[in-house]
């Protein structure tokens, strides 16, 4: 064989798969005239990527009927809309969920809970018909060949609630679409709209137009990123005017790659050190630090050198710091000593973004609000051997707290001050951090993990699963291992959840005060969105029956009746999460990975 | 550390844990979606794709347990239904006498002999015992065979006895002479799990423990549950004896101290086992020295015979005037008199070796023959409270009275001889006495004796010469010879006894007679000061009059239930002990007077037990002194 | 609530052996005031028993807010030991006298050593299992089986004709064939151990010197197919220990419940 010669091939290109194949140019040139697009040079734009190719194969324009739900709050999103015409209702009230067709599941009671044990059906997979399709207040419907959710009742709905409308040439969703947090509010078409819906892709290359991009950042300085400091627990005493002080100062920045998720199956393939290589860089060990650094979404990796690599320490996730020990040991140094440089260095895993504080503006206005008390000292001089979960400083050790029944408040303020970076687990160790990260496992927040060492494989857990899904388990008792450590195939109920992006009725969703991400069946359309999309298989679409045994088919179709299924964390039994349960050996826990400290603690009581 | 390789992540599959058949995987890699169905059958086989279904391990494990549980319950079915049931149930075996006893019974009956229950249906355990079986108990059903040593009544009593025979001991005991028992410890009764009437037989016996069990076997504990005051230990807390086992005087009035001075005056060796250890008696020479037994009080003729009889024949060799005919002073009545009884002639109702004019003395066994006769009792009082001297003057008529009815009841005592006492005696303790008195004289001696005696009443008036001649052919000899029995003295009209020595019936009934209140606290006294009399009362102090028990010695009160077994035999083979001083020390007294006195021993020492009965020794357990069925048990079946 | 295992044991031990002083000196106590002890230590036993039974239940009821299995198995083992000793007092002679009473001693005595077995294979046995490379789900353990056969027969199969290939099919046919068809033989279910893998090896070993690249290379890959095979014996016989201990102890509790519950009646209606 002749390894010389090639094979001739096309590249993939950018724009193989657009948003909308049948977007026309000349939609393309009426787009152009229009809103900020209007306004936009082309020669902001590179080659590559031109503005009309932008808009051509990044842009979808949606016709919306009245009541058609567009975005929800709590939700994922990956596109930003701009209102070409027609208006829509912003609710600045929480919407009840049953409006949006995914209604709270209800707890079972006691008795029904037992009955599950004989209402068993020899089939897998039973519903009823009242699971199939939602009747309620909401129905879902085919327009232009893409599935929409519509309100039965628009006036119903917002009667007595507060909300603003939105008009032509304004734009919403786009603070979700870029910096992947949940939708604030819920934003119905009030009558016949035109939407242009630009995914995110679209968007970032789009912010190479300045006005563009200064539109959006202060959109997002005027209304996010006051909020979001404030549920950062370091900058929790600031005064009012002192924070919009720091708000002013503070840049935001982005790391990485947003879609880490589609091409996750390669990257993990890697060694470490070649994956350390490819992640792109934030902050370098041995740097004198300038930047007090926040994590705002996404996840970062802390390393040191280590011989002739690096050794992964920690990873950080959503409002961890970077830097602050270097920067307050500096504050505190008398003239003589040397400023302390940063001990880590600060890479991002899959994409990150960061707000950075200026070291003056973090000297002035942020660290003489800090409690002297929540300060560690620095690891640079030496290891730090205090555990982790010393670390977490006080004030608020009800939050870390793992119940039994798990109810996590998450995207909270209050959480203690954590500097990772700074301190030193004892029971996991730096193989196990770099294997978590490199299977990203560190985005599960409700990962099972089972000590193999004490698992006597005896698969109660999978019965319970079992019995408490209708005798189809949600989760099954293999998965990637290290050490005696397996992380088994269940969803995770991640802190990134790329699986809620782009389901289009928001039937998988995450609830608000537990953190729960659950499949609301009757408004699940079967599209697989979601299964394809967890970079963990953890979701499954399965074909469902009635009770005889008969599968459900589409009457237009023919085809069968899809619904997407995983693990829900038992959310509705009494018991909370079965498995964890019904393991006789305490080898099977949900633990939270976002953070090493559940997991440091778990280790360190298996003696 | 061992890192694997990253797997393929596996899609979710339907997987049914609970389903008993899982997919075969016959030709496909993977199961289809359908799966078998709960019997077993596969929808997807053909006859060229035959899918098997295999049986989970859920599947194997139901049957595995399935079959356990029939098993355990098929052996209980064919238990129950079989003959053999009892024997099935039968939780153990029995002693080896009862499984002897009830060996022979048939094994439906068998439990039934003990167990009300076993008798009974089995609807009967729902409800009240069956009217067969009303008001039966376990303790009833014991008492079926073991009546023969407990009395029934008395089964279920604590120590088998009732409350107030315990309150009886227990005052005893506080009453006895030296009782240093405080008050605290008189109350030996605490609160217990069985009250004190109801304690059932299964409370401390037993069974179904194997056939070696000893179902007397109990432990100090189990004693003391019922006492309020428990002792821990022999040795230490056990309360000391004090008077146990003297307890106080028995019915001989012994002195020990003084025959240890007696034996060392004649420097012989007081050896207790002089009196108290029964040897091998000469019918019986087989028995072995070894075996010989203790006794506590010996018998007169074992242990006291030796000494004592030389002194009791010494004491008895002068004998006892049984009827002695009193002198009286006829002539000082003179001619004109009436009161003479008779003919009227002068002396004739008198015989002449009774006239005399001596003070008047009558003998208090002569008196006591003339008791039932009231004007005779007059008489004598008269008689012997008057100071009347008859060399001094004349009688004074009440004496000369006196005199005359004496004479003439004495005549008619005489005449009474010879026939039956009811005659003489009107109590019938004085019969009694007197049977014993006479018992062994030949009623025609008696007769002969009285004819012969009456015969000198009817003698005329005579001179001094006739007197003396009268008398010199009288039968000579009167006074006792060396035998024992009856004398005949009929020069002074007297029936003399010679008693036999110790234990003589004649002697018994004279020394009761001269405790009892027949007689006159007087001649009570008189009688007393005789040799012989005062030699039994020496030692037998305490005569109830008509009391023969009170003649034995014994110790006292003993019919006293005794709570303690105690033998000397397995004692005296230990060397040490053969010396009964080891534990028996006698309390010498310095104060002669008082030695005089019976002594008693010094308080047995527990100390001196407590050497050897240790635990490891030989032995402290409650069980080994002291006995929970107080009644006289006979040795067990 | 994670409370470190060591302490969990050293308290859960100190519960127990307080429970035990103050039964022991209950039973003293009903001793010597005459008492039936045994009626107190049988009491207590049938109520361990029960007490031991709702575990059962409670794992059927996974859907109830009940405490873990995992407190509930604590709790069990802990109970379990203190019923074995309060059964020493009960029956000083470890076995009773009569069938009935001495069969439900056995059963006791089953079902605590059969208690005392499963603690002692699940505290062991998961570590072994986790040495040995794979984990295999035990009902799938049959058709893994298959696959490692079919696999060998596929390399079997593929294999280039040449002459090293008849002495490999040979092997095969002799030796493999039966290896990878056959289950898991019972003596290995009782004792594992790396004979038979180690002797196969070995013999393939012997062959090398007459191998081609190619049939090297397909020795080599039905050796590992051979440790594969190894490994999943080795999981089958301990998951089966993990697994058979509970049916048998379980099965065994259940009959000695009904009879202990008809001692029971009979000592209740026998007094």
């Known amino acids: ?607 | 550390m061992r890192k694997a390789d990253p797997q393929p992540r596996l899609p979710i599959t339907i997987d049914r844990p609970g389903d008993r058949w899982q997919c075969g995987f016959c030709e496909s890699e993977s199961p289809c979606a359908r799966g078998p169905s709960a019997d077993g059958t596969c929808c997807q086989a053909t006859p060229e794709n035959p899918c098997r279904p295999v049986r989970r391990w859920s599947a194997f494990r139901r049957l595995l347990a399935t079959s356990i549980i029939a098993a355990g319950c098929g052996i209980l079915l064919i238990a129950f239904g079989s003959p053999w049931r009892q024997d099935f149930l039968a939780p153990g075996s029995l002693t080896q006498s009862h499984a002897q006893i009830l060996g022979g019974t048939l094994a439906s009956q068998r439990c039934a002999a003990c167990h009300v229950s076993a008798g009974q249906d089995w609807s009967a355990w729902f409800s009240s015992a069956g009217e067969h079986h009303r008001g039966t108990t376990q303790d009833s059903l014991c008492m079926a065979c073991h009546h023969t040593t407990i009395q029934p009544s008395r089964g279920t009593l604590a120590h088998n006895l009732s409350d107030a025979e315990l309150d009886s001991l227990r005052a005893f005991r506080d009453g006895l002479e030296n009782n240093r028992w405080n008050s605290t410890d008189r109350a030996l009764v605490q609160s217990v799990v069985h009250s004190e009437n109801t304690i059932a037989c299964a409370a401390c016996h037993r069974e179904h423990r194997g056939s070696q069990h000893d179902l007397t076997a109990l432990s100090d504990a189990n004693c003391q549950s019922c006492h309020r005051r428990s002792f821990e230990r022999f040795s230490t807390t056990h309360p000391d004896w004090k008077q146990w086992p003297y307890m106080g005087r028995g019915t001989i009035a012994f002195n020990h101290q003084s025959h240890h001075g007696y034996f060392a005056s004649k420097n012989l060796a007081l050896d207790c086992t002089l009196c108290h250890q029964q040897t091998a008696s000469k019918s019986n020479p087989v028995t072995s020295a070894a075996s010989s037994k203790i006794i506590r009080v010996p018998s007169y003729e074992s242990a006291c015979a030796s000494c004592h009889d030389p002194t009791l024949q010494a004491a008895s060799a002068g004998g006892i005037a049984v009827l002695e005919l009193p002198t009286l002073d006829i002539d000082a009545l003179g001619d004109d008199s009436d009161e003479i009884p008779g003919d009227g002639s002068h002396g004739a109702r008198w015989p002449a070796e009774l006239t005399a004019a001596d003070a008047f003395h009558i003998s208090p066994l002569t008196a006591w023959l003339l008791s039932s006769d009231p004007q005779a009792m007059a008489a004598i009082a008269t008689l012997s409270h008057s100071t009347y001297r008859p060399w001094e003057g004349s009688p004074t008529p009440a004496q000369a009275q006196a005199i005359g009815e004496l004479a003439a009841a004495t005549e008619s005592l005489l005449q009474k001889l010879g026939t039956p006492l009811e005659t003489l005696f009107v109590t019938s303790l004085d019969r009694q006495f007197a049977a014993d008195i006479f018992h062994g004289l030949p009623p025609q001696w008696i007769h002969e004796t009285a004819e012969a005696w009456l015969a000198r009443f009817a003698v005329k008036e005579s001179t001094d010469e006739e007197r003396f001649e009268s008398a010199a052919s009288a039968s000579p000899g009167a006074s006792p010879g060396p035998l024992q029995g009856w004398y005949r003295d009929d020069l002074s009209l007297r029936l003399e006894y010679r008693g036999y020595g110790h234990a003589d019936r004649v002697l018994i009934a004279l020394c009761e007679l001269a405790s009892s209140s027949a007689l006159e606290p007087q001649q009570r006294e008189e009688l007393r000061k005789l040799p012989i009399v005062s030699s039994c009362l020496q030692c037998h102090r305490k005569i109830v009059p008509g009391d023969r028990s009170g003649w034995r010695g014994h110790p006292p009160k003993p019919e006293q239930p005794s709570f303690t077994r105690f033998s000397h035999e397995p004692h005296l083979k230990i060397g040490q002990l053969a010396d009964c001083t080891y534990c028996h020390r006698i309390e010498m007294q310095t104060n002669s007077a008082a030695a005089l006195e019976p002594s008693d021993f010094l308080p047995l020492e527990r100390v001196s037990c407590a050497h050897c009965h240790q635990p490891g020794g030989a032995g402290d357990q409650c069980t080994q002194c002291h006995r929970y069925h107080v009644e006289p048990i006979k040795k067990s079946l | 609530m994670m409370i470190h295992f060591r302490n969990r044991r050293m308290l859960a031990l100190t519960l127990t052996l307080g429970a035990l002083a103050l039964f022991a000196f209950l039973h003293q106590r009903t001793e010597n005031r005459l008492g039936h002890a045994s009626f107190l230590s049988g009491g207590t036993l049938l109520a361990c028993l029960v007490l031991l039974v709702f575990i059962a239940i409670r794992k059927r009821l996974v859907m109830l807010p009940l405490w873990s299995v995992a407190t509930w198995v604590q709790i069990h083992i802990y109970t379990g030991i203190f019923a074995l000793v309060v059964y020493l007092f009960h029956v000083p002679r470890i076995i009773a006298n009569g069938y009935f009473e001495g069969g439900l001693s056995l059963l006791f005595l089953g079902v605590s050593s059969s208690g005392l077995y499963g603690l002692y294979v699940s505290r062991t046995a998961p570590r072994k299992l986790a040495s040995v490379p794979g984990e295999y789900r035990f009902d799938q353990i049959a058709w893994d089986r298959k696959r490692l056969a079919q696999a060998a027969a596929e390399v079997l199969q593929q294999l280039e004709q040449s002459l090293a290939a008849p002495v490999l099919a040979t092997f095969y046919r002799d030796h493999l064939h039966r290896y990878f068809a056959t289950e898991t033989p019972v003596n290995f279910i009782l004792h594992p151990n790396s004979l038979r893998r180690k002797k196969l090896l070995a013999a393939m070993q012997e062959l090398d010197r007459y191998f081609t690249d190619s049939a090297r290379s397909a020795a080599g890959q039905l050796a590992a197919l051979v440790r594969r095979r190894d490994e999943l014996d080795f999981h089958y016989a301990m998951q089966l220990r993990l697994r058979l201990w509970v049916v048998v102890h379980s099965a065994l509790s259940l009959v000695l419940l009904l009879w202990s519950l008809i001692h029971t009646f009979l000592v209740i209606g026998y007094l």
């Not at chain 1, 969703?509 to 599209?527: K, Y």
């Not at chain 1, 499954?540 to 009635?546: A, G, I, L, Q, Y």
Request: hydrophobic share 35%; charged share 25%.
């Open chain 1, 1 to 607: 064989m002749d390894t010389s010669q090639a094979v001739l091939v096309r590249r993939p290109e950018r724009w193989d798969q657009p948003l909308d194949p049948t977007m026309s140019d000349d939609d393309v040139r009426w787009l152009r005239t229009r809103g900020p697009f209007a306004a936009m040079r082309d020669d902001s734009f590179s080659k590559a990527t031109p503005l009309l190719g932008i808009l051509k194969n990044d842009c979808r324009i949606r016709r919306c009927q009245r009541g058609e739900i567009l975005v929800r709050q709590g939700d994922y999103g990956q596109s930003a809309f701009f209102i070409l015409a027609g208006s829509v209702r912003v609710s600045l009230e929480r919407l009840p969920e049953e409006s949006l067709g995914r209604p709270i599941p209800k707890r079972l009671s006691w008795r029904q809970a037992i009955s599950q044990l004989w209402n068993r059906f020899p089939f897998a997979e039973v519903r009823s018909p009242a699971e199939i399709t939602s009747h309620d207040q909401t129905r879902i419907s085919a327009i232009d060949k893409r599935p929409t959710i519509s309100l039965q009742d628009f006036s119903a709905v917002f009667h007595g609630r507060r909300s603003v409308g939105l008009g032509p040439g304004e734009i919403f969703g786009e603070i979700a679409a870029m910096y992947r947090t949940p939708q604030t509010a819920t934003v119905i078409s009030e009558c016949e709209a035109t939407i242009l819906e630009i995914r995110w892709q679209g968007l970032r290359l789009l912010r190479r137009d300045p006005s563009f991009s200064a539109e959006i950042e202060r959109h997002y300085r005027t209304h996010w990123l006051i909020p979001h400091l404030r549920e950062i627990p370091l900058l929790r005493f600031l005064p009012e005017d002192v924070l919009q002080r720091v708000a002013d100062a503070s840049v935001l920045r982005s790391f990485g790659r947003m879609d880490w998720h589609s091409d996750f199956q390669k990257t993990r393939q890697l060694s470490a050190n070649e994956q350390i290589q490819l992640e792109p860089l934030i902050a370098i060990e041995g740097n004198i630090p300038t930047d007090l650094i926040i994590l705002r979404a996404g996840f970062a990796r802390v390393s040191m050198i280590h011989g002739e690599g690096h050794r992964t320490t920690a990873y950080l996730g959503k409002r961890d710091l970077f830097g602050f020990t270097e920067l307050a040991e500096n504050m505190l140094r008398t003239e003589q000593s040397p400023p302390i440089p940063l001990a880590h260095s600060l890479r991002a895993i899959g994409f990150v973004d960061t707000l950075h504080i200026p070291a003056e503006t973090f000297t002035e206005w942020i660290f003489p609000y800090v409690r002297r008390g929540e300060i560690r000292p620095s690891a640079g001089r030496g290891r730090d051997t205090s555990p982790l979960t010393e670390a977490a400083a006080p004030p608020n050790p009800a939050s870390r707290e793992r119940s039994e029944r798990r109810v996590v408040p998450r995207d909270k303020p209050g959480e203690p001050i954590s500097d990772p970076s700074t301190t030193h687990s004892q029971h996991v160790s730096t193989g196990l951090v770099e294997f978590l990260v490199q299977q990203r496992l560190n985005n599960g927040r409700e990962t099972m993990v089972i000590d193999l060492d004490r698992c006597t494989r005896c698969d109660d857990c999978v019965r319970a699963c079992a019995t408490t899904h209708g005798g189809n388990p949600r989760m099954i008792r293999s998965g990637s291992t290290f050490d005696h450590l397996m992380f088994a195939q269940a969803c995770m109920h991640c802190a990134d959840p790329v699986c809620l992006i782009g389901c289009p009725t928001g039937a998988i969703a995450r609830d608000e005060v537990s953190g729960t991400i659950s499949i609301h069946e009757p408004i699940c359309i079967g599209c697989g969105t979601c299964a394809a999309a967890c970079p963990y298989q953890n979701i499954n679409m399965t074909e469902v029956r009635n009770h005889l045994g008969q599968p459900y088919r589409d009457a237009s179709s023919g085809l069968p009746i899809l619904k997407a299924t995983k693990c829900d964390l038992c959310h509705t039994q009494p018991s909370g999460p079965a498995c964890q349960k019904a393991c006789p050996h305490d080898a099977l826990v949900r633990i939270d990975l976002s953070h090493l400290g559940p997991l440091d603690q778990w280790l360190g009581t298996r003696r």
